[in-house]
């Protein structure tokens, strides 16, 4: 990952979890349809775990490194 400013990683780590947010509510909402897309539903997990994955390396790069 390229070193970019905390601010920029901030802003973006802000950005991801509201849109894994958004994806939680429209899991959430498709599951209790009545006739639930399970393909809608596989297809934005995957992006909510992908999401997930990006949100841990963003929250990584805030982590000051420390000397050994």
Known sequence: MHAL???????RLAQLKQEHRDLDDEITLLHASQRPDELTIKR???RKLQLKDWIAQL???LIPDEPA
């Open 59 to 61: 929250e990584s790069a």
């Open 5 to 11: 400013e905390p601010a920029h990683i901030a802003h």
């Open 44 to 46: 934005l997990k995957k």
